[in-house]
């Protein structure tokens, strides 16, 4: 028995030991947790860092195209308005002109301006929508008006009140229209 003594006291002399080399281990585990820990936290910092300036470059970047759009249509627009000041300076010498003056004389200047206008609106890229004699179409017309007549079909654009213009595939104003019914 006493050889099982001994080797039970062995065996209880090296249970300590191992318990003290897992001991040991802990703090050592401990630190590398911890490491990691304070890595994983670093990496979640920078990250989040990149990501904020991110949102910063991206909200730059979207208020400068904003202001680039805004700036080519105000210079669009200013091109356009230079091209209508001859036009309104033509009207206002058509108004200025005496009222006695010969109605032929009035009619042909005012029909050059309507040809300047009409011809600045075609370089454009205007144009009017024919309306009188079409089918009623509600993507480019306007009913105002629906009238019996037997003389037309039934939808039928009987007669424009006022015209309609599309720039490109683009409506700008719809056709005013009288539509037939029967």
Do not use: C
């Not at 990250?47 to 910063?56: S, V, W």
């Not at 249509?73 to 058509?94: K, Q, R, S, V």
């Amino acid at each position: 028995m006493p050889d099982r003594v001994d080797g039970d006291d062995t065996l209880q002399a090296t249970a300590p030991a191992d318990a003290e080399v897992s001991g040991s281990r802990e703090p050592g585990a401990n630190e590398t947790a911890s490491d990691a820990l304070d890595a994983l936290r670093r990496e979640k910092d920078t990250l989040q860092d990149r990501l904020l300036r991110l949102a910063a470059d991206f909200d730059n970047y979207r208020k400068r195209i904003d202001r680039e759009r805004r700036d080519q249509a105000e210079t669009a627009m200013a091109g356009a308005l230079e091209e209508l000041l001859p036009i309104i300076d033509n009207l206002e010498l058509a108004l200025d002109a005496p009222v006695g003056a010969d109605a032929d004389v009035y009619r042909k200047g005012v029909e050059l301006i309507h040809r300047q206008m009409t011809e600045l609106l075609r370089t454009r890229g205007v144009r009017s929508i024919d309306a009188v004699g079409t089918p009623f179409d509600p993507r480019v017309h306007q009913a105002v008006v629906h009238e019996v007549s037997p003389a037309h079909n039934e939808g039928d654009v009987m007669e424009e009140l006022r015209r309609g213009y599309m720039l490109g595939d683009r409506l700008l104003r719809p056709a005013m229209v009288k539509v037939a019914k029967t």
